[in-house]
């Protein structure tokens, strides 16, 4: 049971890509050792160890071809699909139900679209196709309730992954008040991360006046605030931006209103920003 094994031996056994296995070795969730020729090699215990933990027992069968060998979509070929088809592509991935397979496909993602607000933006279609499909009846409340779960844990294991320095400026990541959808946050968690922030994770359901003590008491570069269309009261939103705008301006705190929610389009103090490629444009021009 100790013996070494090819990645892509690996990968046959854990039912995943080989580009897979390497993201599972490079965060050090399983372990490998490089041959004098510079080849990696899985120690197999440890990889049934890590695929026992991760539940690998109780997975539903993947796509197979006639080689018995999972399925997997290659870089190119989820490069040329159209919008519509990536978003359906990741709303499978979401409901799979395992958190590694989706870290992996995040992963991936990072990988070949060269940043985490490209891959954000792409993965993000999923989420809308989720969305779709439970209006059409064919996911349940349950089946996206737990698609959102295990999505938010590969983001947050990714995040904790990321170098950190307690010298990075620090950004506020929270909801408005009567707002629990925190994807976004969790999206927004890891792009803020690469760029050098180090994100505040306050949430859900934040009144405005426990982010206003926040920024007028602690040293904070800047807050984003998410509102989906679940908070379809324009003049609420509107309020919000206004009174928090106030205290970021009197601290110097930059603020960022994201989400589908309607928020003012050109609001009196912060940025307005409707996709996470916007964001980049944004913190780049605060250097």
Not at 66 to 85: F, H, Q, Y
Request: with cysteine; hydrophobic share 40%.
């Amino acid at each position: 049971m100790n013996d070494l094994i090819t990645t892509a031996e690996a990968a046959r056994i854990a039912g995943v890509g080989v580009s897979s296995i390497k993201r599972w070795a490079d965060q050090d969730l399983i372990h490998v050792i490089k041959t004098p020729g510079g080849h990696r090699r899985v120690i197999k215990a440890n990889l049934l160890r890590f695929l026992q933990g991760a539940g690998a027992a109780t997975k539903r069968p993947e796509p197979q071809d006639s080689s018995g060998v999972r399925s997997a979509w290659k870089a190119d070929e989820i490069s040329e699909l159209s919008p519509t088809a990536l978003g359906s592509f990741w709303a499978d991935e979401f409901l799979k139900g395992d958190e590694y397979e989706i870290q992996a496909a995040l992963l991936d993602a990072r990988s070949r679209l060269g940043s985490w607000y490209h891959a954000s933006d792409e993965a993000s279609l999923g989420l809308r196709e989720i969305g779709l499909r439970w209006k059409r009846g064919e996911v349940s409340v349950l089946d996206e309730h737990v698609a959102s779960e295990h999505l938010t844990r590969a983001l947050a294991t990714i995040t904790r992954a990321m170098p950190s320095s307690p010298e990075d400026p620090v950004c506020v990541l929270a909801c408005v008040d009567h707002e629990s959808h925190t994807i976004g946050l969790s999206f927004l968690q890891v792009c803020i991360r690469e760029a050098g922030w180090r994100p505040l994770w306050v949430g859900a359901n934040t009144p405005v006046e426990y982010l206003q003590n926040i920024v007028l008491s602690k040293d904070i570069g800047m807050v984003a605030v998410s509102a989906s269309q679940a908070t379809s009261d324009p003049n609420k939103l509107l309020s919000f931006s206004e009174q928090l705008g106030a205290s970021c301006l009197a601290s110097g705190s930059h603020l960022v209103l994201g989400g589908s929610g309607p928020w003012p389009d050109a609001p009196e103090f912060g940025y307005r920003l409707h996709s996470f490629t916007e964001l980049s444009s944004f913190l780049g021009g605060l250097r």
